[in-house]
């Protein structure tokens, strides 16, 4: 079945590393996306990665992506206040149209 | 600007009362999407449409209807038999479906008293 699972919540000191988890359940993913839901606003595309790549790196984000435990992570280095926000992962599947999307995480930077 | 826009940002009903959400994009895009976000919970697919005058159900259709007479507008009926209809509401656009990223409206969040 289709299920992608995201922990609620995660706290962070400013300038700490955060590391928000994901996990999936369909082999057949073939993207798998970070977004990111700034308070009462749409969700905005951080970064994505293919299926067939175990890491990608955008300035300060990383992705890593274990394919064998259908597990992704987000990395952000040097949190930042500006970074509070919901974090969702999602999975576009291979011979599907839709993405299938985590619960979110709120991560909240503390000063 | 390119982009995606949805009005109204926030939007009252009575129950009983059908309500449409508007959503316009000027980027050229074939795809276009309607989800619903609960508090704590991720989006869930309401409708969608690959092309003019085309569209499909999502998970949760039951309640919604949608039209597509133009490439560029993809408007969001929740009509009274939506048994729960509070939610925010976000419409996406893609190039094509299934294959690239799509990109979001700042949303509608509907609150039917």
């Known amino acids: 079945g289709e299920d992608v699972e995201q922990s609620l919540f995660l706290s962070v000191r400013e300038g700490d590393s955060s590391v928000i988890n994901c996990t999936y359940t369909d082999s057949s993913s073939t993207y798998l996306y970070w977004y990111k839901q700034e308070p009462g606003a749409g969700l905005q595309l951080l970064t994505y990665?293919?299926?067939?790549?175990d890491m990608k790196q955008d300035q300060r984000l990383t992705v890593l992506l274990n394919k064998k435990d259908k597990h992704l992570s987000l990395r952000i280095a040097d949190t930042q206040t500006g970074d509070s926000a919901i974090y969702f992962c999602?999975?576009?599947?291979?011979?599907?149209?839709?993405?299938?999307f985590g619960s979110g995480t709120r991560l909240l930077v503390r000063p | 600007d390119g982009g995606i826009t949805q009005s109204p940002k926030y939007l009252f009903r009575k129950e009983g009362q059908n309500v449409t959400l508007s959503c316009e994009q000027n980027?050229?895009?074939?795809?276009m999407y309607w989800y619903r976000q609960d508090p704590g919970q991720g989006l869930r697919l309401i409708y969608y449409s690959q092309i003019v005058n085309d569209f499909q159900k999502g998970d949760i259709a039951e309640g919604y209807s949608v039209s597509r007479e133009k490439k560029e507008s993809f408007p969001l009926t929740v009509t009274s038999a939506q048994k729960n209809p509070t939610a925010f509401y976000l419409c996406?656009?893609?190039?094509?479906?299934?294959?690239?990223?799509?990109?979001f409206g700042p949303g509608t969040r509907l609150t039917v008293l």
């Open positions: 980027l050229n895009h074939d795809a």
């Open positions: 996406a656009s893609s190039t094509q479906t299934g294959k690239d990223e799509q990109f």
């Open positions: 999602a999975e576009m599947m291979d011979s599907s149209y839709k993405l299938i």
């Open positions: 990665i293919f299926s067939n790549m």
